[in-house]
């Protein structure tokens, strides 16, 4: 009897090591990285983000207004890498961008959804076209994954 519950006892430890490390490696960490360029610097881009506005195939469209000179303009390049430290892959990861005052849109989305490897890492990219003289602190990424079947949401700063 007393095998029995020692060994009983090895497998309930077992067990709870295996959940524990599920819950601990099971979150990701962000790094973000930012640059802003005017967009009367880069003309040739900003005609490609109007055409893509104006066709309506913008990822994320924060204002309907059209847009005017590109000297009000300025693009912004958001990189996020990715790392799980975990043992179970983070799979099917959607982001969606809460936009800062001055956001006009997401113009361009590496991907629609990325998956995260065990011990590994992935990234994805953001473009963004907002009003000069706006401020570049305050956007937020919401990012929605799964690990095992379980559904995990976090929000990550987005600051240059």
Not at 51 to 79: K, M, R
Not at 133 to 147: A, C, H, N, P, Q
Request: hydrophobic residues 50%; contains cysteine; negative net charge.
């Amino acid at each position: 009897m007393k095998v029995a519950a020692g060994i009983l006892s090895v497998v309930a430890i077992l067990l709870i090591a295996l959940i524990a490390s599920f819950f601990a490696g099971g979150t990701l960490s962000v790094d973000a990285r930012v640059a802003a360029v005017p967009a009367k610097d880069a003309s040739g881009a900003f005609e490609a983000v109007a055409d893509v506005l104006t066709a309506g195939i913008a990822p994320q469209v924060f204002s309907a207004e059209a847009l005017g000179d590109a000297s009000d303009y300025v693009l912004i390049d958001i990189n996020f890498d990715f790392r799980n430290r975990g043992l179970f892959a983070a799979e099917w990861l959607t982001a969606e961008l809460a936009p800062a005052p001055g956001d006009v849109a997401v113009y361009s989305k590496g991907t629609e959804a990325i998956d995260v490897p065990a011990r590994g890492g992935n990234s994805l990219n953001l473009k963004v076209i907002a009003r000069a003289g706006g401020d570049l602190e305050g956007r937020e990424l919401k990012i929605e994954y799964y690990v095992l079947g379980m559904r995990r949401t976090a929000k990550v700063a987005c600051s240059e």
